[in-house]
């Protein structure tokens, strides 16, 4: 059947229930929407009247197909899949027929209608159906509905959403592209057609999947479908209010909209959607934006790519966007500052641009520079990426470099870590990039710009101060060739012709003529008119006498008078016209152009003056980046090590020092930083240049020498980890190993510290492969301990300490039974160790010393029956003292001498012989020690295994037998699983060794008791005993022996407390300080008593003693081997060291007490207790700085809220006005949070009263002014209020007025307030006594509880002299020792958790 023009419109609804009402009769109007049970049924009657009349077959059946919208949530998903299977062929039938419709001339009015309305109802359909299926899709995927399960039900009845959506696309982009005005009678197609289309495109762009590679079809596909709207139907204000409005609440489709603004400007010519989107977006209110994060985002995101694709489309537009740059979100900043970069980068880039291009580019890096000083971090940070980048494709101008590079090195010190590492990234890639020099050495850079300054000098002097000749000069240059020339014309008669016409009537005149001709080297022309004048003008000045004679000499002395006269002449004008021709000269002088070779001299020198300007902020930079290197942020520390790598590779000489100071950060626990240092050091070292392998390994070598150069003992230990590490992995060639050994043995030329250094690098790689100095063991021996030893202790020491590593990988471990490394007594070796001690032991050597320590211990490391060794070592040695002995009294010295003798009488002795002597003693102790409870119990563990597997062997052959004797059997079996077989021989293995070392080492039967007087006799008369050397050593010894045995602890320490605390000696101090932790690891119990002691040299007047006390109360603490309470604060002073090394040591120790929990906070009371003590001796400043760092632990919110409530208690008790500021100080330092608040407001009553003190008051003010600005919740703004209120009461008014009650009773007994007298502010604290400053002082052992309070009033007892008095003798001295009542009781036992030494 044929359809006629229905007498109805459809109108397109704004929303699904308007077209169920109708406002006018002859608009359309759903007539009923049809029950879902008849649904199918009429779905299959629409399709059946779609065959046969295709497109039209809406107009009948619009009412069904309305129905499934309508009830599309509980319509059945075939009927849905089929409708839009439909719909489809409706409109790809109808999109058909308009091709051949719209390209008639005469359409007809009803037809057009028509076609119309059947248009705007197939796309109305389709389009909410597209919106139904995607929303639908949207939920599911919400909701997190099983994967699995729905993509089976969707396999099964083959159909997937996904899937249709770029088919319909695909039609509605082929429908829009036919040319629709016509159906509106050639007008405007109307926009809620257009919006209609668009709308499912911006429908599916809202899926955050959209973004994702597989949607790429789909996604290209709605954007090519939006660039036809855009291009056909005058879409652009609706898009871009929509995609401004989709930025602000969707953040995935910023990437998705820059794709597409890509796409319409290239495909479809719309690049005026760009100043559009721009333009809506600068004018968004900057306050909206700062609180609106999400929205903030999208456009940022949306700013900052756009700029990347089309950054010439972007700068036409930039001006909407910059007042955003005043505005408070750091976002929209980042985002037109990357903008800027990108611009700079794409558009504004290179030598050759216009004037107009470069002051915008000078304007945009203004910017950034500006910026990179931001309030925001987040900004600070991306300023520097920027610049980064701008840098690295070299698009900085050079005229920028300075200025770049000093406001980098300016952000090495801010607050954020980000900031920070970004600022170091930009120096690395300013060292990378520059224009300058592959060598940035100031040194050269000064004297080569010293050099080209003074050569460009000196051509402008050339230049500006002409040659002035004289006149005399001039005529004595040019008279050989007019003389010649003067007598040519003389011989060939040339004056003969004298017919000229001669018009010369002036004398003057005729001068100046021949002048000229002269100066023009025309000498024949100025003789002939000279004759002509003497011809002429006879008897007229100056031919007056040239009427007698015409010859040759006449005419020369003419010529001369007339020349010289000239430039009298000339010198007078010069002098009469200088007023005003001076000026002019001057003008025409500067606009000559310059010459060629000074134009390039003066940018050479410019040139090297910007290097010279870069290499110095580099230089600046070093150290400023070298303390950055052990910041807890791992990314700031693995920047700082790259830095250093690079500025290394460009020979900058101070790299070295931070090439060094990185070495200790490959103990790190932290993989990434560990492997950071691997990697900067295998770069440096390991890559060397050189054209043969001998060359390269020579290189390498030479490198590792200058980086050992003055290291100290913690650099060699950390570059021989990195050395190991790396021998380990083959990364060291043979050949570097092979030159090593050839300058150890000498047969390559080195100097003597060369030869140090090969040996102690051997030794570094023998501990990654023990077997570099284990197959060549005889040639240590031979070469390194051979007769020349005693010249060289020091290459001696080091060969043993390469000797060592032969057994350092061959301890047994626990369950193992493999066969300690051992060698013979009679081994070459401990021959050689042997003569090189007992012959250099009466000799002074600076060296001797350490290299007997390191002697001792590699015998008790590698020989069978150390002790015998070391037995005759010490016999021999005794024997060289007692004959120094017997010398100095003139007496024969006897055929069997004892040490004991040697002890006996030891004050005549050589003080060098005593040193060694008891050093000696000390060394073998230890190492005696150390042996027992380590190689011996080992052995011991060894052999009870091997004892055990034989059992076990022997066990299983007898089975029988334990098959018989089952309940025996399920006994042992018990009793084995349950591991008391093991831990009862264990036992009674240690105990064996505890009992050797208290009963048997220090008996009088062995060797090493006859040295104890000797040792107790030199510690106990320091008067008689002065040698700096002789102490430290006995001292040493001392400690030594007192690790053995508990008793002889017991017995001695009353001596070794009384040396650290009183000895002069600043070694002495820190020796003991050292071997004081040791006894505190090994006998707690004794130690624990004297702990104060300990904390004590923290407070010593030498740096060096403060440092070494403050490494070994770290390890204390961390250990939990001393006592905490009360004590920590003396740690916490160290933050206020004027040594910046000891600072760093208190960071580093509260860094590591922090990862602990609640440590920190448990301590922080008690530390601010004491150290606002008045008797404390910190004043307010430090006080401030160490509560600073201290505070930066708290980072809990339950810790803040309870330090609140407890410092706001302590103001009840507080005793002083500067008590009271401390405590408000402190709290100032804490990250309240509306909780802390409530803290402060419930005991307000503690401080109100403290409120009327100004300092007082403005800490709490301070307070509530960082809540204020953490705080955005209203309830949060009243409670500040309100407590801000009360704090000004009680501040104008005081308690009693604000409250109007009686003061409590606890208030009637507080404390009046007394002021504090102040001191002069110190950097540290004051030490406790001044006995390390005063010999005359005395020493009081403390008792373990006793108050500061009442510390003074314990009774002095007894003096020690340290110095030495002439006037008393040696039996009349006091002894150092305390008598039995002052020594400190053991209150509180520490348990042991380790008995060996460390």
Not at 16 to 26: E, F, K, Q
Not at 96 to 103: G, P
Not at 646 to 656: C, D, E, H, W
Not at 707 to 730: G, P, Y
């Amino acid at each position: 059947m044929a359809f006629q023009h229905p007498p109805w419109e459809f109108y397109l609804p704004l929303s699904p229930a308007d077209l169920l009402r109708s406002p006018a009769p002859s608009q359309y109007t759903v007539q009923e929407v049809q029950p879902v049970q008849q649904l199918p049924g009429r779905l299959a009657a629409f399709r059946t009247v779609f065959r046969t009349e295709g497109a039209l077959a809406i107009l009948q059946h619009f009412d069904t197909l309305y129905s499934i919208l309508h009830y599309f949530r509980t319509v059945d998903s075939t009927v849905k899949e089929d409708a839009l299977e439909l719909i489809m062929k409706a409109v790809a039938s109808h999109s058909s027929d308009l091709t051949s419709i719209l390209s008639s001339n005469n359409l007809a009015c009803s037809l057009r209608a028509l076609h119309l309305n059947v248009l705007k109802m197939n796309c109305y359909i389709l389009v909410r159906l597209v919106e139904a299926f995607e929303m639908e899709s949207g939920k599911s995927n919400l909701v997190g509905l099983d994967t699995k399960r729905k993509s089976k039900k969707s396999q099964s009845k083959g159909f997937m959403w996904e899937e249709e959506r770029l088919p319909v696309l695909q039609l509605l982009t082929q429908l829009l592209q036919l040319d629709l005005h016509q159906l509106w009678s050639g007008l405007i197609v109307e926009e809620e057609f257009v919006s209609l289309v668009t709308g499912c495109c911006y429908r599916m762009l809202e899926n955050p999947s959209i973004g994702h590679q597989r949607h790429q079809p789909t996604r290209e596909a709605t954007i090519h479908l939006l660039g036809v709207a855009l291009r056909q139907y005058d879409h652009m204000l609706s898009a871009t209010l929509k995609v401004v409005q989709m930025l602000q609440h969707f953040e995935h489709v910023a990437p998705v909209f820059v794709e597409a603004v890509g796409v319409w400007i290239k495909e479809y010519g719309m690049k005026s959607i760009v100043g559009e989107l721009l333009r809506e977006i600068g004018q968004k209110c900057p306050q909206e934006l700062a609180r609106d994060a999400s929205g903030m985002k999208g456009y940022a995101t949306f700013l900052s790519e756009l700029a990347e694709q089309t950054p010439s489309i972007v700068l036409a537009n930039m001006s909407v966007l910059l007042h955003h740059l005043d505005g408070e979100s750091y976002g929209m900043r980042n985002a037109i500052l990357t903008a800027m970069a990108e611009i700079l980068l794409q558009v504004l880039n290179g030598e050759q641009l216009e004037e107009a291009a470069r002051s915008t580019r000078n304007h945009f890096l203004d910017t950034l520079q500006a910026h990179m000083c931001d309030v925001n971090g987040f900004v600070r940070s991306r300023v520097l990426q920027l610049f980064t980048r701008i840098v690295q494709q070299k698009a900085l101008p050079l005229t920028r470099f300075q200025a770049v590079v000093c406001l980098a090195v300016g952000r090495l010190q801010d607050k954020s870590v980000t900031v920070v590492k970004n600022a170091i990234q930009l120096l690395t890639t300013f060292l990378s990039n520059n224009p300058f020099s592959c060598k940035l050495s100031c040194a050269e850079l000064t004297e080569l710009l010293e050099k080209e300054r003074q050569k460009l000098q000196e051509m402008k002097t050339c230049r500006t101060v002409p040659v002035v000749i004289s006149p005399e000069e001039e005529w004595a240059a040019m008279q050989p060739e007019l003389q010649s020339t003067l007598n040519y014309c003389l011989s060939s008669q040339l004056q003969e012709d004298t017919t000229q016409e001669f018009s010369q009537e002036d004398p003057a005149q005729l001068s100046t003529s021949i002048v000229q001709l002269l100066r023009k080297s025309r000498y024949k022309d100025a003789i002939r008119l000279t004759q002509e004048g003497m011809r002429q003008f006879q008897g007229v000045e100056p031919f007056i006498s040239t009427a007698e004679s015409d010859n040759e000499n006449v005419i020369q002395s003419l010529l001369r008078t007339f020349y010289l006269g000239s430039h009298v002449e000339d010198t007078v004008q010069e002098s009469t016209d200088a007023s005003h021709s001076a000026g002019s000269q001057v003008e025409v002088q500067d606009e000559k152009e310059l010459p060629e070779d000074l134009v390039k001299q003066e940018k050479l020198v410019q040139y090297l003056q910007n290097a010279y300007n870069f290499s110095t902020k580099i230089t600046e930079a070093l150290s400023m980046i070298s303390k950055l290197m052990y910041e807890s942020s791992v990314s700031v520390v693995q920047e700082a090590i790259e830095f250093f790598v690079i500025v290394s590779q460009f020979g900058v000489p101070q790299a070295v020092l931070g090439v060094r100071q990185m070495l200790p950060l490959i103990w790190s626990k932290d993989p990434k930083i560990r492997e950071a240092v691997l990697d900067a050091y295998r770069r440096l070292y390991l890559n060397p240049s050189g054209d043969t392998e001998r060359i390269r390994a020579q290189n390498l070598v030479h490198s590792l020498f200058l980086l050992m150069v003055d290291a100290t003992l913690s650099t060699i230990r950390c570059l021989e980890e990195i050395i190991s590490e790396f021998v380990q992995k083959d990364e060291i060639r043979p050949a570097v190993i092979q030159l090593l050994w050839e300058r150890f043995t000498e047969k390559s030329h080195c100097s003597v510290l060369e030869r140090h250094a090969a040996i102690m690098l051997l030794g570094m790689m023998a501990r990654g492969k023990p077997e570099i100095v284990g197959s060549n063991l005889d040639i240590l021996v031979t070469v390194g301990l051979d007769e020349r030893v005693h010249a060289d202790y020091r290459l001696a020491l080091e060969v043993c300490n390469a000797i060592s590593k032969i057994g350092n990988n061959q301890k047994p471990g626990i369950g193992k039974s493999s066969t300690p490394f051992r060698l013979p007594q009679s081994h070459l070796l401990f021959k050689r160790l042997h003569e090189a001690i007992t012959v250099g032991f009466a000799k002074p050597s600076a060296h001797w010393i350490p290299f007997t320590q390191v002697a001792v211990a590699l015998i008790y490391q590698l020989a069978e029956g150390p002790e015998e060794i070391c037995a005759q070592i010490l016999q021999s040695c005794s024997q060289q003292a007692f004959e120094k002995l017997q010398e100095s009294e003139g007496t024969e010295a006897g055929p069997d001498p004892s040490p004991c003798e040697v002890a006996g009488d030891s004050s005549t002795i050589d003080t060098t012989v005593l040193t060694h002597l008891v050093s000696l003693a000390g060394d073998v102790a230890l190492q005696q020690l150390v042996h027992l409870e380590l190689s011996v119990s080992n052995e011991l563990r060894r052999r009870r295994l091997l004892g055990e597997e034989q059992e076990a062997k022997e066990h299983a052959a007898t089975t029988t037998k334990v098959q018989k004797d089952k309940s025996t059997g399920n006994d042992t079996t018990i009793e084995e699983d349950l591991g008391l077989v093991g831990a009862s021989a264990e036992d009674t293995e240690a105990e064996l060794i505890r009992s050797i070392c208290e009963t048997e080492l220090l008996d009088g039967k062995q060797l090493l008791s006859v040295f104890i007087p000797l040792v107790l006799k030199i510690c106990n008369h320091p008067g008689a005993y002065g040698d700096p050397a002789l102490t430290a050593s006995a001292a040493l010894a001392l400690g030594k022996f007192c690790m053995i045995s508990t008793e002889f602890c017991d017995a001695h320490l009353r001596l070794f407390f009384t040396m650290m605390e009183k000895s002069t000696l600043s070694s002495v101090r820190a020796n003991l300080m050292i071997a004081a932790g040791d006894l505190a690891i090994r006998f707690p119990n004794q130690v624990e008593p004297w702990t104060p002691h300990l904390y004590a040299r923290l407070r010593d007047p030498c740096q060096h003693v403060r440092k070494t006390a403050a490494l070994v109360m770290t390890h204390l603490i961390l250990k939990d081997m001393v006592k905490v309470k009360g004590q920590v604060s003396e740690m916490a002073t160290l933050f206020i060291d004027p040594e910046e090394d000891i600072v760093r040591l208190a960071l580093n120790f509260f860094t590591e007490l922090s990862s602990k929990d609640n440590a920190v906070y448990n301590l922080l009371p008690d530390i601010i207790s004491r150290l606002s003590d008045p008797d404390s001796g910190i004043e307010e400043q430090p006080f401030r700085t160490i509560m600073r760092q201290l505070f930066s632990y708290i980072t809990k919110d339950k810790q803040t809220e309870s330090l609140v409530e407890k410092l706001c208690q302590r103001f009840r008790t507080a005793r002083t006005e500067r008590q009271h500021h401390d405590l408000a100080y402190c709290l100032t330092l804490l990250p309240l949070t509306e909780r802390g608040l409530r803290k402060m407001q419930d005991n307000f009553d503690c401080f109100a009263d403290k409120l009327q003190d100004s300092e007082v008051y403005n800490c709490f003010l301070a307070v509530l002014g960082r809540l204020r600005r953490v705080g955005t919740k209203p309830e949060m703004k009243v409670i500040t209020d309100e407590f801000e209120q009360k704090l000004q009461m009680c501040h104008n008014k005081g308690l009693d007025s604000f409250t109007e009650t009686p003061v409590s009773q606890e208030g009637k007994n507080t404390p009046v307030l007394k002021p504090v007298k102040k001191t002069a502010a110190s950097s540290r604290r004051r030490p406790l006594r001044a006995a390390n400053r005063d010999t005359d002082s005395d020493f009081i052992t403390p008792k373990p509880h006793v108050t500061r309070s009442h510390r003074k009033t314990v009774k002095q007892i007894i003096s020690v002299v340290f110095s030495s008095d002439e006037e008393n003798s040696l039996e009349e001295e006091l002894s150092a020792e305390l008598t039995e009542e002052e020594t400190p009781s053991k209150t509180t036992p520490i348990r042991r958790k380790s008995s060996c030494v460390r």
